[in-house]
């Protein structure tokens, strides 16, 4: 008979296997985002609305989504528990021990925005004085399910022709989804072409959620 912790092992290395796909951390960054349809996290991941259920049928079998039924329509929200600071840990340790992720994070990243991100801490300083512009630039639906307070939403594909609704003499802070938001990276790179000041918060919207700060929702 296996002993307790052989037992527990086992259980360590299923939840490990859950995670063990690429979609599915895909579908765990969005999902932190706030609840949504499977039809949106399939549209959000480019994934087939049928494999994108199949993933997320693993992901709450394992704890790390829960799902509701709202008439014909399935809603996925992340699970409960410490999930965002596991998946932090698995970036940290990635960047850390694979060359690969670290190629990625210089030839990419860093080539978008090389200054240093804005923290929490100093982001909270400078919203109590007003000395800074909040850009959020995920898509208006993610905006309204959570944001940071006092954010300004312009989504990243909408930025270029909403430029006149941005302080143009206030330095800004732009946001979204996370440490490796694409979208908050291409839009530090476009506005410094256009003369902006503006660096990264050093995170995103789900940790700001986590770490107990306010959130606003206007859905």
């Not at 939840?15 to 895909?26: K, N, P, T």
């Not at 549209?43 to 008439?71: D, K, P, Y």
């Not at 530090?188 to 959130?215: H, S």
Request: hydrophobic share 40%.
């Amino acid at each position: 008979m296996a002993s307790a912790k052989n037992r527990l092992f086992e259980q360590f290395a299923d939840l490990a296997r859950v995670l063990g796909h690429a979609h599915r951390l895909e579908l765990l960054e969005h999902a932190s985002q706030g609840e949504r349809s499977v039809e949106r996290l399939a549209q959000l991941t480019g994934l087939s609305l049928a494999n994108a259920s199949q993933h997320l049928q693993h992901l709450r079998r394992g704890g790390f989504v829960q799902s509701r039924r709202v008439g014909n329509r399935v809603l996925y929200r992340l699970g409960d528990g410490p999930i965002l600071e596991l998946l932090s840990a698995l970036r940290c340790y990635a960047e850390h021990s694979q060359s690969e992720v670290r190629e990625i994070v210089t030839d990419y990243f860093d080539r978008l925005d090389r200054l240093e991100p804005v923290s929490r801490e100093e982001l909270l300083d400078r919203l109590e004085d007003g000395s800074i512009t909040l850009l959020d630039v995920r898509p208006e639906d993610e905006f309204a399910l959570g944001h940071l307070p006092g954010a300004l939403n312009l989504p990243f594909d909408e930025l270029e022709r909403r430029l006149s609704e941005l302080p143009p003499n206030q330095e800004i802070v732009a946001y979204c989804r996370g440490p490796y938001c694409v979208l908050s990276f291409e839009a530090v790179a476009l506005l410094r072409t256009k003369g902006y000041r503006i660096r990264r918060l050093e995170d995103g919207f789900p940790e700001w959620k986590a770490a107990g700060l306010q959130v606003d929702v206007t859905a």
